[in-house]
């Protein structure tokens, strides 16, 4: 069983950077592939970054290529997710997820975070 814990949202302006970070509970949680999505409203919910448990492979949806990172320090349960040159298309509630293999599809991860809402103004 894992429990995650955002934090670092708010709001910047385009250009600008924000660190997105995620708080795990759980014995088991350097076994469990790391990720974070969103989900703008009236928009589905779409896969961002994903790490693998040791932290040797990730994978990035095109649009934020370039511009985000994610990392993991599986000492201290947490995972983050740097996000610079940030635009509004980027608005949005990040969740972050916990799931057993690195894939893009929401249904792979059985824990998800409660979110943290992104706005970034024009």
């Known amino acids: 069983q894992v429990q995650l814990v955002e934090s670092g949202g708010g709001l910047v302006q385009a250009g600008g950077s924000l660190r997105l970070s995620c708080a795990a509970s759980?014995?088991?949680?350097?076994?469990?592939?790391m990720g974070w999505f969103r989900q703008a409203p009236k928009k589905e919910r779409e896969f961002v970054a994903a790490?693998?448990?040791?932290?040797?492979?990730?994978y990035y949806v095109d649009s934020v290529k370039g511009r985000f990172t994610i990392s993991r320090e599986n000492a201290k349960k947490t995972v983050s997710l740097q996000m610079n040159s940030l635009n509004p298309e980027d608005t949005a509630v990040y969740y972050c997820?916990?799931?057993?293999?690195?894939?893009?599809?929401?249904?792979?991860?059985?824990?998800w975070g409660q979110g943290t809402q992104v706005t970034v103004s024009s």
């Open positions: 997820v916990a799931g057993s293999r690195l894939s893009v599809v929401a249904a792979t991860y059985s824990y």
């Open positions: 759980g014995r088991t949680f350097s076994t469990y592939t």
């Open positions: 790490i693998s448990w040791p932290g040797d492979m990730t």
